[in-house]
Each structure stands twice: as C-alpha cells, then as structure tokens.
C-alpha cells in the first residue's frame, strides 16, 4: 500500500524589517522561527509545506529578504501563494525557483506530490484588502482540473470563498466566490479547499467540499461574532495545519491535524512494561 502523502500548511507569517513589530506588537519574525522548528521537528517529515498568503506585511523588499533568510532553515521544501499583504512582484522576485502557471499575472500553480495534486490560486487584487479570483485564473483552474480528472487535488488560495461571521473580515473575503463553486462542484477530484487570511481555524463546507482555514504562527484576528469590537486581535496559541493524505479508493481521503507550536509535556506513554494502563 502507497505511503500517505503529508502536506503541511503554514499562514500568514505577515514578516516585517528585522525589529519591527506587527501592529506595534507581535513579533512575527520570532513566531516564524517556533514554526519553522515545529516543522523541522515532525516525524515523519512533511512532504511539502504550503504557505498560503501574507508571507511579508507592508509589503518591502526588505520583508521579503528578512522572510528567506527566517524561512532558510525550513528543512521542507515549501511553496507560497500571495496575500492580500503581499507583492507578487516581490514574491516572484523573491522566489525565482517556483514555477507558476504563468510569467505575469496571477501567482498560480500546480504541484503533484505522488499521486496528489497540489492547486494553489492566486485571489490576491493588487493593492486591494479583499480577495477575487482574476478570469485568467479561474480558467487556469478549470483547465488544469480537466486535465488529470482521475487524480485527488488539494486547492490552496488565501481569501476563505466562505463567510465566517466576523464581518470585518468577511468583507475581504473572496468576492467572487460564485464563479469558483461550479467548477469545484464539476471537478470532483478536488478533496479539501484550504484558505488562511483569518489567522484562527475553521472548519466547513464550500461547494459540497470540506473547507477550512489555516491558523497563524503569530496572531490571531479576535473571535468577535457579534461585531462588538472595533477590529481587533488577540495573539492566542499559535499553530499550523498539517493535511494527511492517504491513498484509497476512488480519491483516497485527506485528514486535516490541528498542530499548537510550542513545547508541551510529554509525550508521556499510556501503558506500562505490564501492558497494563498507568
Ligand atoms: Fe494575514
């Protein structure tokens, strides 16, 4: 039987100037070393880390440089996908090894890891808070379905195509959401959709798909269901998503893991040398 396939997903690294704070307080920079070493820690190692958008903040070069050398030690190989923080100049400046779909335009890509397809979309609007998936895009997306029907693909983009309920953020989500449901719906090798942009997990469907949102090694926006707040965050514990992919019949299943970043206690074994329960 085919090994499963490990996709971790990391988001929303949101890196500044080597010491500047995000928002005057969260220090992003060492929130992405702590997630860099718990990556390096998994056993067994990921097959591929998957960075779904707001690598950088303002965004600078200077960010993106301070980026590669925070992501230098990541011992996984790792693809990246524009947020609505990002440049895609900069990124393709940045990362001139990843091949996108295309020389300009919409950062998007396909990665086959084994036998899954890895589908990143672009939804970042150049200087723009909220997300859209550009004509172009949609019909690299359509047409790079229809070429490996019988292949399972796992859909990466940043902006949720989903409300959440903190308005805040759902007024940036992705605005053209109904273009992208009926081509999920007429491609069903598409196994999970995951997005980031919310910096806390979640969990849904999209178009009959399993839909979630990454959380972020740094900040989380504040969970305010009720828009009570002005907008806020709260830095709460961070995490990332490890995705497991096992082969099986028809498209196999995938299993989304929730991983804190941090040291905890343990691990501490159940049983005893007497097999017996401690
Ligand atoms: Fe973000």
Redesign the pocket.
């Known amino acids: 039987m085919s090994k499963p396939i490990l996709i971790a997903q990391i ?2 690294l ?1 890196i500044k100037a080597p010491g500047a704070l995000a928002y005057g307080k969260v220090d992003t920079a060492a929130a992405l070393q702590r997630c860099v070493a718990a990556l390096n820690a998994l056993q067994p190692r990921p097959d591929l880390a998957v960075i779904s ?2 690598l950088a903040d303002t965004p600078t070069v200077e960010e993106y440089d301070h980026l590669k050398r925070l992501l230098a030690p990541l011992e996984i190989p790792f693809i990246g996908i524009p ?3 990002d440049s895609r100049a900069m990124m393709r400046a940045a990362f001139p090894d990843q091949a996108y779909a295309t020389s300009e335009g919409g950062l998007n890509q396909l990665r086959s890891v084994g036998g899954l397809d890895i589908v990143l979309l672009d939804s970042s609007v150049p200087g723009k808070p909220h997300g859209e998936l550009e004509p172009a895009t949609l019909q690299w997306l359509e047409a790079t379905l229809a070429a490996s029907p019988e292949r399972p693909a796992l859909l990466f983009l940043h902006h949720p195509p989903f409300r959440t309920g903190i308005d805040h953020m759902d007024v940036q989500d992705l605005s053209n959401a109904g273009a992208l449901a009926p081509i999920i719906r007429s491609h069903p090798r598409v196994q999970l959709i995951s997005a ?2 919310v ?1 806390r997990a979640t969990l849904t469907q999209f178009a009959g798909v399993p839909a979630t949102i990454c959380p ?1 090694p740094n900040h989380a926006v504040d969970l305010d269901l009720d828009a009570r707040r002005a907008p806020s965050f709260r830095v709460e514990p961070p995490a990332f998503h490890l995705h497991v992919w096992f082969p099986g019949a028809g498209f196999g299943h995938v299993v989304t893991h929730h991983v804190p970043i941090g040291a905890f206690d343990g691990p501490h074994p159940f049983f005893g040398a007497d097999g017996k329960l401690l």
């Open positions: 988001s929303d949101h958008g707001d947020g609505n923080h980031g942009h910096h972020a």
